[in-house]
């Protein structure tokens, strides 16, 4: 079950940057900077109110965040909605007819386990599942 909003992604040339800018429109400052090597992606996390927002640059050429700002200027990424149950989200939606990009959940940034629904059925909107990891499923392939 989709419990809440958990952050907006939104994509950036380079995080030193951009970061001063951010933080002085939500009045917040970073709090965490990582990078996601599977996903080839550098991220920082800003709390505005419950939600949060997730800066993301690409660390190589080929990551799905280097292939999204060469069509665009940078901005509005994804969605990432917060669940109770990641792995039965995923099967509710795969029979409900959505196409998923990540059958099984991956881990992601901030102590997430992550997957995403493919844009094409989702009206245009990239959308990202996530659960907080528990102590078992921590896999290390984030710095």
């Given at each position: 079950m989709i419990k809440k909003i958990e952050h907006l992604g939104i994509a950036v040339k380079s995080i030193a940057e951009s970061l001063?800018?951010?933080?002085?429109?939500?009045?917040?400052?970073?709090?965490?900077?990582?990078?996601?090597?599977?996903e080839g992606v550098r991220t920082a996390f800003i709390q505005v109110g419950e939600s949060k927002i997730?800066?993301?640059?690409a660390t190589n050429e080929n990551s799905p965040i280097a292939k999204f700002l060469s069509k665009s200027r940078g901005?509005?990424?994804?969605?990432?909605?917060?669940?109770?149950?990641?792995?039965a989200e995923l099967d509710r939606l795969a029979g409900?007819?959505?196409q998923l990009i990540h059958t099984t959940p991956k881990n992601g940034a901030d102590n997430k386990r992550i997957?995403?629904?493919h844009p094409r059925?989702?009206?245009?909107?990239l959308v990202e599942l996530c659960q907080e990891k528990s102590?078992?499923?921590a896999i290390s392939d984030v710095k």
């Amino acid at each position: 079950m989709i419990k809440k909003i958990e952050h907006l992604g939104i994509a950036v040339k380079s995080i030193a940057e951009s970061l001063p800018m951010f933080e002085a429109l939500f009045s917040s400052s970073c709090y965490k900077e990582e990078i996601v090597e599977s996903e080839g992606v550098r991220t920082a996390f800003i709390q505005v109110g419950e939600s949060k927002i997730e800066l993301l640059e690409a660390t190589n050429e080929n990551s799905p965040i280097a292939k999204f700002l060469s069509k665009s200027r940078g901005g509005f990424h994804h969605v990432a909605f917060e669940v109770d149950d990641l792995d039965a989200e995923l099967d509710r939606l795969a029979g409900e007819g959505f196409q998923l990009i990540h059958t099984t959940p991956k881990n992601g940034a901030d102590n997430k386990r992550i997957a995403f629904l493919h844009p094409r059925s989702t009206a245009g909107l990239l959308v990202e599942l996530c659960q907080e990891k528990s102590d078992e499923s921590a896999i290390s392939d984030v710095k």
